[in-house]
């Protein structure tokens, strides 16, 4: 298979970046002395990044397509065919022409590979990095910033279909273009709708599962991956953030069962808004409100607002 490389561009750092090079030195993990190591797990569109990607619905009596952003999607797809004004249109999990399709990987022709035609993912993460840096980081950048930065192993755990290299080679774009200092630490990629890794490693064979209910198990194979890669040990601190409430919700209640099996490890979910966010600790009874606060100024990575815990 022809593997689409991107040539590499030379853009200068901007002045955050470059600051940052020269001051910023490198945290060890909050737990480092014990052995316990800070692991961090992002869903990717709205939380990293806001990306055009469209999602495409379908009007039930005369097929019209109408279509989302992901952040619609977020706050409005629980009505869609149900109530209000999306109450007359439907979604189609068709891969190739359904309402998801330009969250899959596109099969490319002959041709398309020679002309090096891009996968919608990489080609709409170079359309984001041309607007101003405050239009497409989302809450969680300085985060996933700072993750990056400090090597702590990441997860990303998307509802994208995607292979997970289109996803690391979507992130390789944002490296080359000054905007990180270097690609993450990866623990697990899971662009959950994949179906080869829905079957294969998310206990989904018959494709059932929803996206909520994939991530859930997205984030215990990490969880289980973590302690395979860097032992077990009760000193780990797991953090996830997202966007989207139904996922949050299903996020919480697998932290909750993570706490049962490991309740020495300590477990945080970050709920995140526009220009806000919310984070919770799972303790063993209970979850505990571990603060909110504002997101200002996510063009400067020196001062992340949002730490995960
Ligand atoms: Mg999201």
Redesign the pocket.
């Known amino acids: 298979m022809i593997k689409i490389r991107l040539k590499r561009k030379k853009v200068p750092l901007n002045q955050a970046q470059m600051e940052l090079s020269f001051q910023r030195p490198l945290e060890k993990d909050r737990n480092h002395h014990l052995g316990g190591r800070s692991f961090y797990f992002f869903?990717?569109?709205?939380?990293v990044a806001y990306l055009t990607t469209p999602i495409v619905i379908f009007n039930k009596k005369t097929g019209a397509e109408r279509t989302m952003s992901?952040g619609e999607w977020?706050s409005y797809h629980h009505t869609i065919g149900k109530e209000g004004p999306l109450k007359d249109y439907f979604i189609d999990y068709d891969d190739e022409h359904g309402t998801f399709r330009y969250f899959r990987d596109q099969k490319h022709t002959f041709i398309d590979k020679i002309v090096r035609k891009k996968q919608t993912f990489l080609s709409d993460i170079e359309k984001a990095l041309q607007q101003a840096d405050y239009s497409w980081k989302a809450p969680s950048w300085n985060c996933f910033y700072h993750a990056t930065y400090n090597h702590r192993p990441i997860s990303v755990i998307t509802?994208r279909g995607h292979q997970i290299e289109t996803i690391q080679d979507g992130i390789d774009v944002i490296v080359r273009n000054g905007h990180l200092p270097h690609g993450p630490n990866y623990l697990s990629v899971y662009p959950v709708t994949n179906p080869e890794i829905r079957k294969q490693e998310l206990n989904d064979p018959e494709l059932k599962l929803s996206v909520a209910d994939l991530k859930r198990e997205a984030i215990r194979n990490s969880v289980e991956k973590a302690i395979e890669k860097y032992g077990n040990n009760p000193h780990h601190r797991f953090g996830m953030s997202?966007?989207?409430p139904k996922?949050v919700e299903l996020i919480t209640t697998e932290m909750k069962e993570l706490k049962k099996i490991y309740p020495e490890m300590s477990f945080f979910v970050i709920q995140t808004f526009e220009d806000s966010y919310v984070k919770t600790e799972i303790l063993e009874q209970k979850t505990r409100n571990a603060g909110k606060g504002k997101l200002q100024n996510l063009t400067k990575p020196s001062q992340p607002q949002l730490k995960l815990f």
Do not use: I, R, V
Not at 43 to 47: C, E, K, V
């Open positions: 869903d990717f569109d709205d939380n992901s977020a509802a997202d966007d989207d996922n």
